[in-house]
Structure formats: C-alpha cells, structure tokens
C-alpha cells in the first residue's frame, strides 16, 4: 500500500511542483496511511508534518483533517490538536453490527436496481476469485473482493448507501485484521451465490445471502491492536 515508506506517496501524481493537490487525493493518502499503520492510534498529526510528508501546502492539509474527523479517523481536541483516534471495543464491534446491516440492504437494493453492466462485473470478479482461491494465490484476494463489494454497492442505485459502505470498509480495515485463509474457496462460492440471486432480481434472497455471508466472516476477523486483545470485543 502506498505511504508506508519514509517517503511519503506522490499525491501530486507526476512529481512536479506547481499542480494544486485536492483535498481529496491529500484526504485519501492520510487515510491509507491510517489504515495500513504508519501512523498509529493516539499519533498527533500535525499540518505543518502531513504538508512535508505529501508535498503540498497546508490548505488541503486542512481540508483533508476535517474530512478524516468527519468518518472518524482523526479526532480533534482543543489546545492539542489533531491526533489519530482509539476505536473503543464497543466502536469496533459497532463496525460490524453496522456491516451486518448495510450490506444486506445493498444486495438487495442491487437486486432491483443493477444492470447488466453490473451484473456481467460481478460474475468476473467471482470467477477470478474462485480461481485464485482455488489456486491458493491469496494475496490477490483481498483486492477482488474489494472491488467486488464496490460494484455491489454500485449496483443498488444508492450515492448514499455507496458511500457509507465504502467508509465502512475503510474502518474495518484499519480495526480489524483479516484471518481467512482457510475461507477463501467458500468466501467466494457465497459471493457467488450472492451474484445469482442480484442476477435473477430476488431481493429477498440476495438480503439473505448476504446476511449469511456477513455473519460467516465474522469469524476470520481479529482487532488489529494487541492492547485490545481478551476485552470482550466479538471477532470477525
């Protein structure tokens, strides 16, 4: 994932001085940095150091600390300034309950709403997943089912519902860490499943399926941070 080295990613896109950077390429070079662990739970962020690390004024700086406050990524206090925050238990087990919820809506809003377009996506995506699962070629999974719960999401006709699933995976992804190798394989015959009952317009089923499917990966998730570890928080 970009951000990880000392050197932070490019966000400028060609390297050169001069191009104005938004505040959403800044917005999400923080976040990837949040997710993958460069910067910790508790790590002050300063303007002035997130300004050096991407190669941009501090204006979009700024901008992109509101926004990360907004999805709950950084916290904000009065004479200290802007740090990364520290999910509680109850926050992160919350994540999951929450997914347990929106992702059922959403297959079956797709179930109504997606086109052919989707559907021709999501029957790709399933089959090179059960072709790299079967192949034990696991590291290419994490991206394709990523892909495959966007275009899921897509698929429902919903800006809204779109956007807070893709935050939601956001969250999850830098709570929670992801054990799943013996999964794989019937991940991806769920996911299946999940693309024919959207393919045949069953709202009801793809709600169902996917519930199960949610339910099931609960299993394979653990929370990230060891301090954390035997407090109650339910896995994933």
């Known amino acids: 994932m970009e951000g990880t080295g000392d050197v932070g990613p ?4 060609t390297g050169g001085a001069g191009r104005r950077i938004s505040a959403q390429a ?12 460069h910067f910790a739970p508790g790590s002050r962020l ?8 991407y190669g941009v004024s501090r ?38 309950e929450i997914r347990g ?26 089959r090179l997943g059960q072709e790299r ?15 495959f719960h966007e275009t ?15 935050q939601l995976r956001h969250k999850i992804a830098w709570v929670y860490a992801v054990d799943s190798p013996g999964r794989a394989v019937e991940s991806w015959e769920e ?15 793809a709600r169902t399926v996917m519930a199960d499917h949610v339910e099931r990966a609960t299993s394979v998730h653990r929370l990230r941070r060891p301090e954390r570890a035997g407090r109650g928080a339910p896995p994933r």
């Not at 300063?46 to 690390?53: F, G, I, V, Y």
């Not at 996911?191 to 069953?202: E, F, M, T």
């Open 10 to 13: 490019d966000v400028n896109g």
């Open 26 to 37: 800044v917005c999400t070079a923080i976040r990837d940095d949040i997710i993958s662990g």
């Open 46 to 53: 300063t303007e002035e150091q997130l300004a050096k690390r």
């Open 59 to 96: 204006v979009p700086v700024r901008e992109a600390l509101r926004t990360l406050e907004s999805e709950g990524f950084v916290r904000t206090r009065r004479h200290a300034g802007a740090s990364v925050a520290e999910p509680t238990d109850q926050e992160a087990a919350d994540l999951l």
């Open 101 to 126: 919820l929106l992702e059922p809506l959403g297959a079956a809003r797709a179930a109504q709403r997606r086109t052919e377009a989707h559907v021709k996506v999501l029957r790709g995506l399933v």
């Open 133 to 147: 699962s079967a192949q034990g070629q696991l590291s290419d999974l994490p991206a394709l089912d990523g892909w």
């Open 152 to 166: 899921l999401a897509q698929a429902s006709g919903s800006p809204t519902l779109v956007a807070l699933l893709t």
């Open 191 to 205: 996911h299946g499943s999940v693309v024919d009952a959207v393919a045949r317009g069953d709202a009801e089923r």
